[in-house]
């Protein structure tokens, strides 16, 4: 078999599966021969040997380090994705009789309601669905219930490139879907009860969905609810209850060593924000010729959606930039235009090179 060569010019702004790092990638690639010198690699190991529990033991005290995550958290990786979530957290969390409540604040959330509604009952404490998910609301416009078993929201609105930039206050517990911008910026922790977060965005490859869950919330779960779909079996089998996606939460664990390398969650949030900046920029600066989706206070440092004047130059901006080798930029389908995942993996000078392919565009299209 010959070497692939991998062409690293490539830029891609993909919203998951996403970027992982250079390092992570070098890394696992040994590791896929020979992990730790036994002589086997990482993918055919048993996840009940030493190898596989010291991988285990290593992704969940970086992820603690990095996420500065209190002990009274349950680090947890699972399976099924985010979207198990939406309907694990209501199995878990909605008895009859109580409501749980949700800020809808993208198809995401919309998900994440529908499944909670198959479990018991809900109410939508805000929505914005009808002005096209563009903001994120204030305290005041929304409308949290009496005696919520849980408030639910999502950081980061992955389509619509939106994000909150405060923790709503609610006095219910408060579980958070962070898929798209964990470990993107610090979380306060004393306003959560849980946050999970599908792995293939800023934590790794597609496969585990981490879930960080504080012990007296998850103390309050139904506990009649087979063995996989409940926090404690998991939390008590250290994420070995059945057999573990090995191979995911061992590039999780790399991801959180690159993260601390850089110097934390600190270090990582002013690149984001670094990153971001350069193409907001171009979109600020070009005279209306780009408009972003979302209101200028709720733009997202990792998701950045925006059009062009029209659908025709939105196809054409992203047929030139895939020449260019900036690849993945379309829209999702329920929003159009273009997006661009700068998840924390995303090289900085790649958000250059995409600015300076914007201006050069809005120049040559302007009319
Ligand atoms: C914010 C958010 N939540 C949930 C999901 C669903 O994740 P999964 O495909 O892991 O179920 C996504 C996927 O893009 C997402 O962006």
Redesign the pocket.
């Known amino acids: 078999m010959t070497t692939p060569t991998i062409d690293t010019t490539t830029l891609n702004f993909s919203?998951?599966p996403a970027v992982l790092p250079e390092q992570v990638i070098e890394q696992a690639a040994r590791d896929l021969r020979d992990l730790d010198n036994t002589g086997i690699g990482v993918l055919e190991h048993s996840h009940r040997g030493v190898a596989i529990a010291r991988v285990f033991e290593e992704a969940r005290n970086d992820c603690r380090a990095v996420g500065k995550i209190p002990d009274e958290f349950e680090i947890l990786f699972l399976q099924g994705?985010?979207?198990m979530q939406f309907g694990m957290v209501p199995m878990n969390f909605l008895p009859a009789g109580r409501t749980a409540d949700y800020v809808d604040t993208g198809s995401?959330t919309s998900k994440a309601i529908k499944d909670a509604n198959q479990v018991g009952s809900t109410h939508i404490a805000w929505s914005g669905k009808k002005s096209g998910y563009r903001s994120i609301p204030a305290d005041a416009d929304i409308n949290w219930s009496q005696d919520a078993a849980y408030g639910y929201y999502?950081t980061?609105?992955?389509i619509y490139g939106t994000r909150w930039n405060r923790t709503p206050a609610t006095t219910a517990p408060l579980v958070a879907?962070m898929?798209?911008d964990i470990f993107s910026r610090p979380i306060d922790w004393s306003k959560h009860a849980m946050v999970f977060a599908?792995a293939?965005k800023n934590i790794g490859p597609?496969g585990t969905?981490l879930v960080i869950i504080h012990r007296d919330f998850m103390d309050t779960a139904y506990s009649q609810l087979p063995a996989m779909l409940r926090y404690a079996v998991h939390a008590d089998k250290e994420s070995m209850y059945n057999t573990p996606p090995v191979f995911a939460v061992y590039c999780a664990g790399l991801v959180f060593k690159w993260i601390l390398s850089l110097g934390g969650i600190e270090a990582v949030e002013a690149i984001d924000d670094r990153k971001a900046a350069l193409i907001y920029k171009v979109i600020d600066d070009s005279d209306g010729f780009y408009t972003c989706h979302a209101d200028t206070a709720d733009r997202s440092t990792m998701n950045i959606a925006f059009t062009s004047p029209s659908a025709d130059l939105d196809a054409a901006f992203i047929d030139q930039a895939t020449e260019a080798g900036m690849v993945n930029l379309k829209g999702h389908r329920s929003v159009g235009g273009i997006r661009a995942s700068i998840y924390n993996a995303f090289p900085e000078e790649g958000c250059q090179k995409l600015a300076d392919f914007m201006t050069t565009f809005a120049a040559a299209n302007r009319r």
């Open positions: 919203a998951g994705g985010a979207s995401w999502c980061n609105n992955t879907d898929s798209s599908g293939q597609a969905t």
